[in-house]
T-cell receptor, first 114, second 116 residues
Framework: NAGVMQNPRHLVRRRGQEARLRCSPMKGHSHVYWYRQLPEEGLKFMVYLQKENIIDESGMPKERFSAEFPKEGPSILRIQQVVRGDSAAYFC????????????FGSGTRLTVV | GESVGLHLPTLSVQEGDNSIINCAYSNSASDYFIWYKQESGKGPQFIIDIRSNMDKRQGQRVTVLLNKTVKHLSLQIAATQPGDSAVYFCAETNMYSGGGADGLTFGKGTHLIIQP
């Protein structure tokens, strides 16, 4: 049973480009969470999704950021027109239920904006 | 919003000694707490959790203590080994906040360094 799979592991984008980060939850998990981690800091919640629904996006920046979790395929975190301040590690977690039990994190995508 | 904080950014211990990592939280509504270990270049790895109806919980070589009166959480690692070197985060949430909303609130982390 593979864990939470994130790709790519490393992503380099020039300012103004788009970044697409993918997350495949663990088998049987229908709840996906995205977090951002700046250097030397803890993780900050961004968005919580279930299949085809955004449940809570209170941690998402109002502009340029969007997330989806389609019926088929991985969850996608999309950042349009990236800026240097978007450089961070982005982690996805999945859970089999609506609360935090069984939360499992992926290895993250490290985004560098040059 | 309220956040979880840690007392020390770095903790250095001798191999074989016990380690104690502390965490202060400020959200009195939090009722579920988790300790994570994060090694360089990896995602957070679950260590141990505790619910607010408990004061202590033990795992393999790890113990979590919860003091709700002073909103304090600690992680004790017995007989620290080189493989324990990592950044340790505490995280909090309210299990009944509704559908996992708000996710987990993380502290900034304590970097545990093991001296040979």
């Amino acid at each position: 049973n593979a864990g939470v799979m994130q790709n790519p592991r490393h992503l380099v984008r020039r300012r103004g480009q788009e970044a697409r980060l993918r997350c495949s939850p663990m088998k049987g998990h229908s709840h996906v969470y995205w977090y951002r981690q700046l250097p030397e800091e803890g993780l900050k919640f961004m968005v919580y999704l279930q299949k085809e629904n955004i449940i809570d996006e209170s941690g998402m920046p109002k502009e340029r950021f969007s997330a989806e979790f389609p019926k088929e395929g991985p969850s996608i975190l999309r950042i349009q027109q990236v800026v240097r301040g978007d450089s961070a590690a982005y982690f996805c977690a999945s859970s089999p239920r609506t609360d935090a039990y069984g939360y499992t994190f992926g290895s993250g995508t490290r985004l560098t904006v040059v | 919003g309220e956040s979880v904080g840690l007392h020390l950014p770095t903790l250095s211990v001798q191999e074989g000694d016990n380690s104690i990592i502390n965490c202060a939280y400020s959200n009195s509504a939090s009722d579920y707490f988790i300790w994570y270990k994060q090694e360089s270049g990896k995602g957070p790895q679950f260590i141990i959790d505790i619910r607010s109806n408990m004061d202590k919980r033990q795992g393999q070589r790890v113990t979590v203590l919860l003091n709700k009166t002073v909103k304090h959480l600690s992680l004790q690692i017995a007989a620290t080994q080189p493989g324990d070197s990592a950044v340790y985060f505490c995280a909090e949430t309210n299990m009944y906040s509704g559908g996992g909303a708000d996710g987990l609130t993380f502290g900034k982390g304590t970097h545990l360094i093991i001296q040979p």
